[in-house]
Structure formats: C-alpha cells, structure tokens
C-alpha cells in the first residue's frame, strides 16, 4: 500500500514537470527576426534627393512597402521602397549630411562599413507648373550657416540659412506671375561660399479638359502672353496630320496636345513640336470604332474620350513615341448608336468619375479607374432625357449640368448610386430649342446657349424633384433664327457666347435630294474640297454650325453632289 502511495505520487510530480514543460515552451518568447546587414550602396555620393539603391540582407517588406524598416543618412531619417531581401531603394532626404547609412528593422540595426558622401545640389518640387505655383526648394553641400540666395531667373525670390552641415530645407515661393511658358532656372547662391546650385523648372499651363475645368468656364487665369496687342502676331508652329477631318477640340497637359479624328483615332502630339509651320509626327494614336469627334479629358495620367462607336474609351496619357499604337485601359459601353452619331458630347472628369453625354438620350457616369487591358466598364448611373445628348456636361458643387436637344437644360446629383442606377434630375430649365451648348458654371450660375436665338442664365441650385426652373435672365443675340450652338466662357463679370445663322434655302426646302446637295456646297465652300459622303437631315443641322454660307437660290448646286448623294 505504501509503495502504491509512493509510485502514485512520483506519477504526480511527473505530470507537473510535464505540464510545466507544456507552459513554458508556450509562453517562450518567438525567435527574433534577424538583424539587417548593410553591405553596399550605390551611388557613393549625391547631393539631397539623389536615388540610392541599398543591398544587404535581412530587408522585410511587403510588395514595395518597407515593413517596420527604417533607412537614415548619418541620422537623418529617409524613404524606404521595398525590393527585395537583399535590396531596398531610398533617396537622400534633405537635411542629411556625409555619413553612414543605416537600416532598422524588428531584429535590430544595420549600419554601413562605409560614408554616404552628400555633395553640392538642390532640388526643387514640383518641377513644372504655371505662373504662381508654390515650388519647394532643398539644398545641400554648402557652407555651415551660411546665407543661400534662391533665384528664379535672376529674380531674388528667398534667402535660406545653411545648417552646421551646410544644408537647408522647406524654402518656398511663388513663380512669378509674369513668367512665359518655357524653361526658367532655379538656383542656389551661396554667399560665402560661392557655391551654386541650378534646376529646370517648366512653366506651362495645361487645359486638360473642354473648357479648361469641370465648371466650363473656359478661362485661363495664368495667360501672360496673348493680349490685344500681342494677338495679331500669332503665326503657324506647327501641324500634325491626322488621317481624316478634325472637329474635336484639343486638351493639352503635361506638354503633350491630344485630340481626336474621323479616322476613329485619338492623337497624342508633343506640344513642343518646331517652329516656322513644322510637321508633327505623333507620339502615339489610339484606334476606336466610331469617329472620334468628342474632346479628349485628361486627368491623372488617363486620357477619356467619347467614341462614335458608342464607347467612351481611356487611354494612357503615356504611351510610347514614335507614332506607337496604344491599347485602351477600358471602355464602357452606352445606349446603341443612332444614326453613326453616338457622342458629340465630350467627357468631363470630377472626383474620380466621368460624365458624358450620348445619343441614346442619357448622361452616364463612369468610374474614373475602371480596370486595365481594355476591361469592360459598367455606368455608375445613368440619367435620361427627352432626346439626344450633344452637350458637353459641366460638374460644379456636387452636379452635373447638360443640355438635351428636348429643348432643357438638366441638373443631376454628381453622386447618384452605382451598377448603373437610374438618376433622376434636381431640375431642368426650359430653353426654347435644342440645347447643343454645353453649360458652363461661374460664381453660382449657369449659362447655356439654345438654338432659339438666346443665352441663357439659370440659378445653379434651383430645387429638387425635377423641378421647372426659370432663368434669371435671357440674353438675345443677332436675331430671329440664329442659333447659339457654342458654349459660353465666363471671365472677369463677363458671359462670352459665339451665335451663328442658319443657312439659307428658300427655294429647296420642298426638295430633300437639292436640300442634300446644297449642305455639301456648303461643306464644300468651308474646306476647299468635295465632301465624299452623303449629308441627310441630322448632317445639315450639323453643318448649321459652322459659319453661313448663304445660297441665294438654287443656282450653283448642279453638278456638286457628293459621291453616292441619290
């Protein structure tokens, strides 16, 4: 019985031990993450913002994200790309001077056998920019705490303090107003040292987009150079050549012109192109289905254009030279085609969504980032309308204002739901006749042109419900019959709007083939050469657009029918 207590009692005290051994192999603390190695660098030496590539072991990271990794120039404290284990990327971070460079992770530090050295140099951001953008300058490489000079031409803009180690940060100014666009430099004086230091900046402005901005207000704040005086002596730069007839307007950004084509393609142009009525090659052209007669949008390196095909398409703002095909990123599809005109409407671009108009009568928004490799994209919501949609649609203030050829003017909610939800309008405002203008948005009003002869000036915010909304004021132009087809530009307290007269054909109208026939003399008499295509109704309101020709009588129209005409 005694032994049996005994050997009852050893079981026990091994179960403790067990139990106890269970615990701590829980309770143990993981293995901690290695320590990095920092075995080279490359460059040896650059001034603040030079790119450095680091190699070692040990790097942690997720994709191109550093994971609880910290990079330092001789203290300083600078960003980290991920690459791999063996390699990370960074750049030298203002305020650092000569020395090691050092990498922290979870298992601890790895410092450099060797000094990064941190030469004479600026750099300045942004790079380009129009008149009166704030530039941010970072220099290095001068002497301590001396006074550095910063010049934008040989304009005096600001004086720094060099640090102990002969750097500064954060010095900011304005580019001057009256800077043209072109090439400018930026330099670094030191006064002590003598040392000096120079960067490129790029005055330009962009017009990305009809109308400059999402509100149409077609008005450049930043122009320098063109004024009444200086106007008369524009003079051919250059041309580019498209392979058929050009009605879309060109956006310009980022030094590059892009603009659509009757040949079903989108054009990329570089805005600097020669001089003396040079010829252009494009950088690049993208293929459609349909004319391309919308106006290109360009917003975040994308550019968004409307296709006769019945697409709006985005395409890359970057995407070769040398005339190289560009593939789309996607297209999204709207109501079928009518007649071969499916967009005249061109798209506008506001917080990450696209709007355009379309024949199929509907404002469509799209999802600005819808996919790559040419990807199918569905409308966030749609909009309809009493007939087809010409107008270009302006964004202000969360809404979207286009005209209808019902003869309204609409207001949707920009923000109207998603997998292509029906959106029904805040309001629309009576306009007399189409309404092919595309708004533009200044100051709490909108201001539309109608073919019935007047401009239109309508509250912006105007009720809800679909609500009938009056203008505040109507202004007439030259008189009974003009149409005001063109789109209104606000600037300085001033409404600007382009009125056009129909053509006339008062012996014709009984006879649709000499109707036909007398709007390809029109076209013919526009261009200087025989139109190559038949005109029916919608193609002679179409040319009702351009500037009249008048026809007397029907005299003059034998003989120049177009090809195929009946």
Request: glycine fraction near 12%; aromatic fraction near 8%; proline fraction near 7%.
């Amino acid at each position: 019985m005694a032994h049996h207590h005994r050997r009852t009692r050893f079981r026990a005290r091994a179960a403790v031990i067990l139990v106890a051994g269970v615990l701590v192999g829980v309770l143990a603390p993981a293995a901690r993450a290695a320590a990095p190695t920092v075995s080279g660098f490359s460059p040896a030496s650059g001034p603040v913002g030079t790119p450095v590539t680091i190699t070692g072991t040990g790097f942690t990271g997720s994709g191109s994200t550093c994971t609880s990794t910290t990079v330092k120039f001789n203290g300083v404290n600078a960003s980290c790309t991920f690459v791999s284990t063996t390699q990370l990327k960074t750049t030298v971070p203002a305020l650092a001077s000569t020395g090691p460079i050092s990498v922290t992770n979870a298992g601890g530090t790895g410092t450099s056998s060797t000094n990064f050295t941190v030469t004479l140099g600026i750099t300045i951001s942004p790079a380009s920019g129009p008149p009166r953008t704030v530039v941010a300058v970072n220099g290095s490489g001068f002497a301590a705490n001396e006074l550095v000079d910063i010049y934008f031409d040989v304009i005096d803009m600001v004086v720094a303090v060099a640090g102990s180690n002969g750097t500064f940060a954060g010095m900011s100014f304005h580019v001057p107003r009256t800077a043209e666009p072109g090439v400018h430099w930026i330099t670094a004086g030191g006064r002590q040292s003598g040392k000096g230091a120079q960067k490129s900046f790029t005055v330009r402005t962009n017009w990305p987009q009809r109308g400059r901005v999402a509100r149409h207000t077609g008005k450049n704040p930043w122009e320098n150079v063109l004024d009444p005086g200086t106007v008369s002596g524009l003079e051919e730069a250059w041309h580019g050549t498209t392979g058929g007839a050009v009605e879309s307007s060109p956006a310009v950004a980022n030094g590059v012109v892009y603009v659509g084509s009757d040949d079903r393609k989108l054009y990329a142009f570089p805005a600097s192109c020669g001089t003396s009525n040079a010829t252009c090659t494009p950088l690049w052209h993208g293929t459609t289905g349909g004319a391309v007669r919308s106006s290109p949008a360009v917003v975040n390196g994308v550019v968004y254009v409307a296709s006769n095909d019945g697409n709006l398409y985005a395409f890359p703002a970057s995407c070769g030279t040398g005339n190289a095909t560009c593939s789309p990123l996607w297209h999204g599809t709207t109501g079928s085609v009518v007649s071969g005109f499916a967009f005249t409407s061109s798209p506008v671009v506001a917080n990450g969504v696209v709007y355009v108009g379309s024949y199929d009568h509907n404002l469509y928004a799209f999802p600005a980032s819808c996919g790559t490799g040419n990807a199918t994209c569905s409308p966030l919501w749609h909009g309809t309308t009493g007939n087809v949609i010409e107008s270009s649609p302006a964004v202000a203030n969360g809404v979207v204002y286009v005209g209808s050829d019902d003869t309204s003017l609409y207001a949707f909610p920009a923000s109207c739901g998603t997998g292509n939800a029906t959106c029904s309008p805040l309001w629309h405002g009576p306009a007399g006749d189409y309404v092919r203008s595309s708004p533009a948005v200044a100051n709490g009003v909108v201001y539309v042109g109608s073919d019935f002869q007047y401009l239109y000036a309508f509250p912006a915010s105007c009720g809800t419900g679909n609500a009938a909304c009056s203008p505040l004021w109507i202004g007439t132009t030259t008189g009974f019959g003009t149409h005001v087809p063109s789109s209104p530009a606000v600037a300085n307290g001033v409404a600007y709007v382009a009125a056009t007269q129909p053509v006339r054909l008062p012996r014709l109208v009984r006879n649709r083939q000499r109707v036909m026939l007398a709007a390809v003399v029109v076209a013919h008499r526009q261009s200087d050469r025989l139109v190559s295509r038949r005109v029916g109704w919608r193609g002679l309101r179409r040319l009702e657009r351009r500037p009249a020709v008048r026809l007397r009588s029907g005299r003059g129209v034998r003989g120049r029918a177009a090809p195929g005409a009946p």
